[in-house]
């Protein structure tokens, strides 16, 4: 049930930003204050109570989805009842913090549309925030986790320089404010380090310097929340207009990430998570606060309606951009689609390796960009987490870990995940219990992903060995064990999969679906450190069209359901029962911990 607390704050009038649009002199970090008290660095642990509306408890569960229900800005079409059980269950948080959700809660429920959705190699979603850098008119807000010298960075670099040149031509000046997570002596004292301009051509930064973009104001800070506090989120905010939630960071490496690029009132979600994250003193006026419509009259009136938001000439950029993008992946005279799709997954590596999956027939084709848009704007709502930088593992009652698992406690048909890895043990028990009740569980994991940090004791484990731990909580139960399917991550053009420590081929997307009707997508892993200590976003989206696109996409995107199920021990073989190169086995608490911090030596001086 909502608290009258949590739903008092959810009917407040004010929220950070548009605290922040009355007075720009302000600080996010003083409204904050003023809004919600000081934020304590961790929230309470509090016992998981999932809404549910079976047996004598319907009645009950019926008044707290109507409460959730009103404590949203929804569209017209009312949200189904397990995203209104999800989103009640995530409320439920800001009872010990308001902010948990990194959102002011007025703004936690909302609804959008995701015009285009990609699956792709990481430099194909950059070229995508790139474009959408260019285009920018006021202000961009770009967050990510690692920032590192490569083709992602350049792309980001030579976006800021052109959006500089455009808005010369204007006579105007954008605003562009970038962070990323980096850890270092003086955020003990602060975890907000601003860098300086001069600095911007370190081999770690390479951002255009002050002279590059003079129509620019560009502020940059290094965040990260002592010890284990990371800032993994991962979202862009063009003109309060546009968001993108994706799944990568920016640098080069061998993984498929995925995209979502959202428009409609969610984005003023998005924008206030930015404020809140960013804190400090802003130099200009943030001159998109405010201006997205995120109250429900503004459904009415049909300002987030695809008619009002389709401008023709974005459209056709837009339509222009995913048939670019596509065509690298298709069939020519000289080249079959298997050898254009293997050369692109090669593009982003050092060492090229053959393929070996078999020829992409008619109807498979890798498609990276594809529509997800809907007719109508659908319920959205931001499950998110703080950042948490304790050794222990006293923040887990969080919006984004109750959202998860109240889709698999709730869920009666199926649940499908992707994860580069699944080892948090408050998942593992309630995926349990999901398969034992009947409910059809899938999930795609990465063979080998970080598995020296995750064999690390009190990380989670590797996959093979959270998979493990999960086969043993069905107790032999047969039926159950029909029910779950895991599998390892395999590229399109590959037929087995490939450990991440080869460097070739490893997927990253972070999604959950459940029933075909509710999804979670954005930074978020199901591993212990998303789970407890880095800072998150993810979107929740209601609606059965979306999801469909979105399974469509994994599935025509990878060839994980035809050749990465595991075997029964939870451990991918291959045909002679050979276990895959890398496999690391399954190392004791000692074993794992002297691998582990020579792994992670070994990760640090790469």
């Known amino acids: 049930m909502v608290s009258q607390y949590v739903y008092d704050l959810c009917h407040a009038g004010a929220t950070v930003s548009s605290e922040l649009a009355k007075n720009p002199s302000d600080t996010p970090e003083k409204i904050i204050e003023r809004l919600y008290g000081s934020q304590k660095p961790h929230t309470p642990r509090h016992p998981s109570s999932s809404s549910s509306d ?120 954008v605003m562009v404010r970038i962070m990323f997570d980096q850890p270092g ?153 298997l050898e254009a799709v293997n050369h692109q997954l090669n593009l982003p590596i050092k060492n090229h390796i053959q393929a070996t999956g078999p020829e992409i027939s008619d109807g498979k084709e890798m498609t990276p960009y594809f529509s997800s848009m809907t007719s109508q704007p659908v319920p959205m709502a931001l499950v998110s987490r703080p950042a948490y930088g304790p050794l222990d593992a006293g923040n887990t009652y969080v919006p984004q870990n109750e959202a998860w698992l109240s889709l698999v406690r709730n869920a009666k048909r199926n649940i499908f995940i992707q994860t580069p890895d699944l080892n948090a043990d408050s998942l593992l028990k309630a995926l349990a219990e999901a398969v034992k009740r009947g409910v059809e569980v899938t999930y795609y994991v990465c063979f080998g992903y970080n598995d020296a940090g995750e064999m690390i004791p009190g990380q989670g484990g590797t996959n093979e060995q959270a998979a493990r731990r999960l086969i043993a909580l069905l107790d032999g139960d047969e039926q159950a064990l029909q029910l779950l399917h895991i599998y390892n991550y395999v590229a399109k053009d590959q037929d087995h999969p490939i450990h991440h420590s080869f460097k070739s081929r490893s997927c990253h997307i972070k ?23 880095s800072q998150e976003v993810n979107v929740m989206v209601d609606s059965p069209e979306v999801c469909a696109q979105w399974r469509w996409g994994i599935e025509q995107n990878q060839n994980t359901r035809a050749f990465g199920r595991v075997s029964a021990d939870g451990v991918w073989k291959d045909a002679n029962g050979i276990h895959g190169q890398g496999y690391s086995g399954d190392p004791g608490m000692v074993d794992g911990l002297v691998r582990g911090v020579v792994g992670m030596v070994k990760k640090a001086m790469a």
């Open 185 to 337: 002596v003086w955020h003990a004292l602060d975890s907000h380090q601003f860098v300086k301009s001069s600095t911007y051509d370190s081999k770690h930064v390479q951002l255009p310097f002050p002279h590059e973009i003079p129509n620019l104001e560009l502020e940059v800070i290094g965040l990260h929340t002592i010890f284990l506090g990371t800032l993994h989120s991962k979202v862009l905010i063009v003109d309060g207009v546009t968001a993108a939630v994706m799944s990568n960071n920016v640098e080069d490496n061998a993984n498929v990430e995925m995209l979502t690029h959202l428009e409609g009132p969610i984005v003023a979600s998005i924008y206030d998570t930015a404020l809140i994250t960013w804190q400090k003193n802003l130099k200009e006026r943030p001159s998109t606060v405010g201006q997205a419509q995120t109250t429900d009259k503004a459904v009415e009136a049909g300002a987030t309606r695809p008619e009002a938001l389709e401008d023709p000439h974005y459209d056709s950029d837009l339509k222009e951009e995913m048939a670019y993008a596509n065509q690298g992946y298709d069939a020519t005279e000289k080249v079959s689609r």
């Open 511 to 533: 999604l959950m679906i459940a029933d075909e009707t509710v999804g979670i997508q954005g930074s978020g892993n199901q591993d212990t450190q998303s789970w407890c200590h």
């Open 54 to 173: 079976n047996g004598d408890k319907e009645d009950a569960s019926r008044d707290a989805l109507q409460r959730a229900y009103e404590c949203g800005q929804w569209p017209r079409d009312k949200p189904s009842r397990l995203f209104l059980r999800a989103f009640a269950d995530s409320l439920a948080c800001l009872d010990a913090n308001p902010l948990a959700g990194m959102v002011s809660p007025p703004l936690m429920g909302s609804s959008g549309v995701v015009p285009l959705t990609i699956i792709a190699p990481l430099v194909s979603l950059m070229h995508h925030c790139a474009n959408l850098i260019r285009k920018a008119r006021k202000e961009v807000f770009f967050i990510t986790c690692t920032w590192k010298a490569s083709i992602a960075q350049r792309l980001i670099r030579d976006a800021l320089v052109d959006l500089s040149k455009r808005a010369g031509q204007r006579g105007e000046r």
